[in-house]
């Protein structure tokens, strides 16, 4: 029997070719409510499910009572509920390591646009407001041979690592669920306490996964420990962060500004108060999004559904 897999991402076309040679495809490039019953019934029937993002629960997967196999292509599985999928005996996989330096530099662009008022005094240049000599008011703050607290020293915290130590002769501190030797001795990063990493970084870098133990860990306590100069850049999930504690912080001026990739709800709220702050730098939740990662992610993806279909175990299991 040919297995069934519904995709609903939007797959490179070599990506989508690659599935159709082995299996049944059921496309939804792009799912939206007038094919979402269409997309619950082609799952009816389906042994894979491929794609990024979708909450994948009990409620979906009572619609999917033939499921073996879901492939992420993402790094992150915080859309999975890993206990429904084990109970099931479904095989989970996601993307690791094919998306680290591409994450590494949006996290590192961030930081810097952050820290030097990018986007801020590009709108002041395009706005036709540069006049004369400038003085104090578009200064930013240097970032070389500063201190950056790196929490989460995951592959991608160790590729920003990377380049904070040797594009910018920075001083590495890390919090992490365990001491990384790599990180230690290849980027003289020096393990310490979250309060500690707080209170002596000059920027603090969340490069966390989302877990229920990580949920909110950055919340008001965590941005009082803070240096009133710090800068704080989230790349990994919204909801490992207080949003509301963060948007008194900034605005009580108790640390002084924000680069966001993420945020608690994605997308980002029109009415957010985040928006309208200056010092805030925001994202669309594009860490990975370059077309050549995007592609290897796919890529990755397709052959990690490849692989669990046809009965082998795939490279990238998520463990449960
Ligand atoms: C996107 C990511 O969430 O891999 C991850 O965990 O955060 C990103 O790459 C993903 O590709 C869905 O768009």
Redesign the pocket.
């Known amino acids: 029997m040919q297995h069934k897999v519904v995709v609903y991402r939007e797959l490179p076309n070599q990506v989508l070719s690659f599935l159709k040679n082995r299996f049944e495809v059921s496309y939804f490039p792009n799912l939206h409510d007038e094919n979402y019953n269409n997309f619950l019934s082609e799952l009816k029937t389906a042994q894979g499910l491929l794609g990024?993002?979708m909450k994948i629960d009990q409620e979906l997967l009572k619609e999917a009572p033939n499921l073996k196999v879901v492939s992420n292509?993402?790094?992150?599985y915080d859309n999975l509920n890993i206990e429904e999928l084990k109970k099931r005996e479904i095989i989970a996989t996601n993307t690791p390591g094919v998306?680290d330096d591409t994450t590494a530099d949006t996290v590192f662009g961030l930081l810097l646009a952050t820290a030097r008022r990018m986007p801020e005094l590009d709108h002041y240049v395009k706005a036709k407001k540069w006049e004369g000599t400038k003085g104090e008011d578009l200064f930013g703050v240097d970032v070389h041979h500063k201190t950056l607290g790196i929490i989460g020293m995951g592959s991608i915290g160790r590729a920003v690592a990377k380049r904070a130590r040797f594009g910018f002769d920075m001083e590495i501190l890390y919090h992490n669920r365990s001491r990384n030797e790599e990180a230690e001795n290849k980027f003289d990063a020096t393990y310490c306490s979250l309060d500690e990493l707080l209170m002596k970084s000059d920027f603090v870098c969340l490069m966390v996964p989302h877990t229920p133990q990580t949920e909110k860990m950055i919340g008001e306590r965590e941005f009082n420990l803070m240096k009133k100069s710090a800068i704080f850049i989230n790349g990994s999930r919204g909801k490992n962060v207080d949003e509301a504690a963060l948007i008194k912080a900034l605005n009580e001026k108790r640390i002084l500004s924000a680069g966001l990739d993420v945020f608690e709800k994605e997308p980002v709220e029109k009415d957010n108060p985040l928006l309208t702050l200056s010092q805030v730098v925001t994202l669309p939740?594009i860490?990975?999004a370059t077309a050549e990662t995007r592609e290897k992610?796919a890529k990755l993806a397709a052959e990690n559904m490849a692989i669990a279909l046809e009965g082998e175990t795939p490279p990238n299991i998520i463990p449960n």
């Open positions: 990024a993002g292509i993402s790094v992150g998306l939740h860490g990975s992610m």
